[in-house]
């Protein structure tokens, strides 16, 4: 019997080709955009779950209370790691993680570019990055042993044993030699931890000078708690450590006059636990990606899918007006109730399968351009994993029991006689089709509007001036090959009579985030006049302010003509205010035992991405701080032509290193990678709701026409135009199209205001943006009105009064 359901119900799809077409390429695009967009947030929320001990382990991070509020760091002193190690009995493994100085490995003549991270012995106990081959109790053992992901055993010896093999890498003590006593599965693409080799912490750069020293923090702490070990008892027992080592820190925040939190505390230690710190801001090492984004793709995916499934739903009630006399003959032959139900749930269920088939299909599809446009980490492998494939299968049942069940149930409890008549009392008091719709135009208003707002935000943070000229400035990484201040040097001088140059200067920053990927700070405090001032270091080199056409208020810039000029500083106004002197020029600051002379103030500028707030920043010329980027001002006329002269002379001067120069413009536009992808997302989702609401919107006024047939061709007898017959029917519509717009309006301006307070720069929202978006809704929701109105006004009023 069923079968002959399904054959029944698969005939009269074919029959009605136009329906079945409208209904399953709904389906199917709602299907392809709901799985892209869900595979995206599974995948941001499956970050470091991977690992075995996950509910234990823990990153830790200091929390300080200071005269600006609250600051949070994750990097901590050298010696709190031994400290927590040997005093605290609930930590069962803990270890550092920093960035190691080293980056080039050599073995046989080759080099390569190396991601090396200094760790504990610990690591490969806490984390869970299975080892392939080697020694699995104890790889770390030795001050000069280290461990390498499979990837970079490749790299380095092809099909050899990596085990036992020696590599030379290049420290700031020269080139050491390692021995690899192990070989690790490659990271997964959900790891915050990355690395290509491992190496004990005691080769972290400016180890030996920080092993005793509280005050300097330049690495991560993790740990793994022991079972049963709670955080909040954990935290109060590192409180211990805070007051027995951070002696000297706890008496200058008193000396500051600052206010301990409602625990008497002014200084903690705290703990993120690893499966937050991808969304975590405090954590270096995590993406701080808000997960207010991931959640905002989920909701965009349930969005379209729901708009699809009302379609579903009202399509099908439009459709069982053309079939109601052969409802009711089934009824008068004795179908009883669960047939039809059967049967029409029969043609839901094909129609569902054919769409999440070529759903799929279509997604498999749209993956490369996806990719590219709005998520690279994103691969096929994750479409087969096992967990995406049940939410897939549960709500492809969902929706095929909803969106094909409520239309069933409603047109088998139709009186018999009236659907042999051929009339379905599908009155216009139908609440529920009109809640629906209205639903339906509130998500896709939604989106126009949170798309409107943060495409003004973007264009805002595009043009906002920055307090330095971004155009026709190159950034260029220096990279591990050459000291950056030789490179400097070098291009100077090759590019001197170059005309298309026009100034040149280096820094350990970059500004924005170069095509490297990297994005780099430098924060420290010193006691200036028995307190506490904070700053972020920038070491510049001489032209800095000429390329980067950063204003002088006052004093003078580094000079040639003072030698090597190291021996003074600019600041900018933030500083110059926290210093609280009359004459900023006056102020000298200690810094590693020496005196710095502030030899002039600059304007404020944004160094930072606009999330951020104006801070105090001061420069330096100091030989024993590393140059990591050159900058490059060439002439606005020809830029590629000027591009080429400076990798040429790239190549000649630093030949080993690839050129990988961006301009500062593409660079800041890369600092708002995120809100451009969302901009994208919300883009793409509002046409896509639009789309399908409007395919909605579409069956519903062919229902209400097909209701009043014989009302049109009275009233076009009796003398009615066209346009009052399309405003009788559009009338109610656009009615619905207003109260969503009403309701849409407020969840908008709520949902976006939050989003834009992660910006410390930001717009003000707008009346005019919910009007544009009602304007908006409105039109298309009336052109789509009209396609069917107009062709109902134009029929002949004898076909539809002659009926009966």
């Known amino acids: 019997m069923f079968s002959n359901y399904i054959k029944i119900a698969w005939r009269n799809l074919w029959k009605h080709k136009t329906f079945s077409v409208i209904v399953v390429f709904g389906m199917a695009i709602a299907f392809a955009a709901s799985l892209l967009l869900s595979v995206t947030a599974y995948h941001e929320l499956s970050y470091d779950q991977f690992h075995q001990n996950k509910e234990r382990i823990f990153q830790l991070y200091t929390e300080s209370q200071s005269p600006r509020g609250v600051e949070k760091s994750s990097t901590l002193a050298v010696p709190l790691t031994p400290a ?117 912490f ?43 080592y951070y002696v000297q820190r706890l008496e200058d925040l008193k000396r500051d006059g600052v206010r301990p939190d409602r625990e008497g505390t002014l200084m903690r230690l705290r703990t993120i636990p690893i499966t937050d710190i991808h969304f975590n801001e405090i954590s270096n090492t995590g993406a701080g990606v808000s997960i207010f984004y991931t959640y905002l793709l989920l909701s965009i995916s349930l969005f379209i899918i729901f708009i699809a499934c009302v379609n579903f739903v009202n399509l099908s009630l439009a459709r069982s007006f053309t079939r109601s006399k052969e409802i009711g003959i089934r009824k008068v032959m004795g179908a009883l109730r669960w047939q039809l139900i059967s049967q029409f749930w029969g043609e839901a269920f094909i129609v569902s399968v054919l769409a999440l088939a070529a759903g799929v299909l279509i997604a498999w599809l749209l993956l490369p351009f996806y990719k ?58 139908n609440r529920l089709r009109n809640s629906l719709m209205v639903v339906q135009f509130v998500l896709s208003s939604l989106l126009i509007i949170c798309t409107l707002i943060v495409w003004q935000q973007l264009d805002y943070l595009r043009n906002k001036p920055l307090g330095y000229n971004k155009q026709q400035v190159l950034s260029i990484p220096v990279g591990p090959d050459m000291e950056g201040q030789t490179v400097l040097n070098l291009l100077r001088n090759k590019l001197a009579a170059e005309p298309k140059i026009l100034s040149i ?62 021996g003074g500083v600019l600041i900018n106004e933030t500083m110059a205010k926290q210093l609280g002197e009359k004459d900023p020029l006056s102020a000298v600051l200690n810094l590693d035992g020496g005196q710095l002379k502030v030899l002039g103030v600059v304007k404020d500028y944004h160094f930072k991405s606009l999330h951020q707030e104006l801070a105090p920043l001061t420069m330096v010329i100091r030989p024993n701080w590393p140059l990591t980027y050159i900058f490059i001002r060439v002439q606005p006329e020809n830029l590629p032509a000027s591009v080429a ?79 009052q017959i399309v405003g009788l029917v559009s009338k109610d519509f656009m009615l619905l199209v207003m109260i969503a717009i009403v309701i849409a309006s407020p969840i908008a301006w709520f949902t976006m205001h939050k989003w834009l307070q992660s910006f410390y720069y930001r717009i003000d929202i707008a009346w005019w943006v919910f009007a544009l978006a009602g304007v908006m809704a409105l039109v298309i929701a009336f052109i789509t009105l009209s396609m069917q109105s107009i062709k109902a006004a134009l029929r002949n009023p004898v076909k539809s009064l002659r009926s009966e």
């Not at 020696?166 to 599965?185: H, L, N, Y």
């Not at 005793?212 to 079972?227: C, G, I, T």
């Not at 409603?410 to 009236?418: A, C, D, G, P």
């Open 84 to 200: 927590l190690k040997s005093e605290l009995v609930d930590i069962k493994h803990i270890t550092r993680w920093g960035s190691s100085g080293g980056e080039i490995g050599r073995y046989n003549g080759k080099e390569l570019n190396l991601s090396i991270r200094s760790v504990d012995p610990d690591f490969l106990s806490l984390f869970t990055f299975p080892i392939s081959a080697g020694d699995k109790k104890a790889p770390l053992r030795e001050l000069n042993d280290i461990v390498i992901t499979k990837h970079a055993a490749n790299r380095f010896f092809d099909k050899e044993e990596a085990v036992g093999k020696t590599i030379d890498i290049k420290t700031p003590k020269g080139w050491q030699s390692f021995r690899v006593t192990a070989v690790t599965e490659d990271f997964p693409e959900n790891s915050s931890l990355t690395f290509d080799v491992l190496s004990r």
């Open 202 to 244: 005691e080769h972290f750069s400016g180890y030996d000078e920080r092993k005793d020293a509280w005050d300097s923090e330049n690495h991560e702490v993790f740990v793994e708690l022991r079972e049963g070990v709670t955080t909040a008892a954990f935290e109060k027992q590192m409180q211990s450590i805070v007051k027995k």
């Open 645 to 723: 002269v400076v990798e040429k002379a790239w190549k000649e001067v630093n030949p080993k290193t690839p050129y990988r120069g961006s301009f500062l413009d593409e660079n800041t536009d890369r600092s708002y990678q995120r809100e451009t992808r969302m901009s994208r997302i919300f883009m793409s989702g509002a046409v896509l709701a639009i789309l399908i609401s409007c395919m909605g919107l579409f069956a519903i006024a062919l229902l209400a026409i097909l209701q009043r047939t014989k009302e049109i061709g009275i009233r076009k007898v009796l003398g009615a135009s066209v346009p």
């Open 505 to 566: 200067t280096g820094t350990d920053m970059n500004m924005g985030r170069g095509r490297d990927g990297s994005s780099t700070t430098s924060m420290m405090g010193f006691g200036y006049k028995e307190r506490t001032v904070t700053t972020h270091w920038l070491r510049v080199d001489y032209d800095f302010l000429k390329t980067m056409d950063v204003r002088l208020l006052n004093g003078r810039d580094f000079d040639r003509s003072y030698g090597l000029d190291s």
């Open 372 to 429: 590219q446009v709005f998520y690279p980490s994103l691969s096929v492998e994750m479409l087969r994993s096992p967990l995406l494939i049940i939410y897939i299968l549960a709500a492809f049942a969902l929706i095929t029991l909803i969106a094909g069940g409520y239309p069933a149930w409603l047109v088998s409890k139709f009186n018999t006689i009236q659907t042999v008549k051929g009339k379905l009392p599908v009155g216009k008091s």
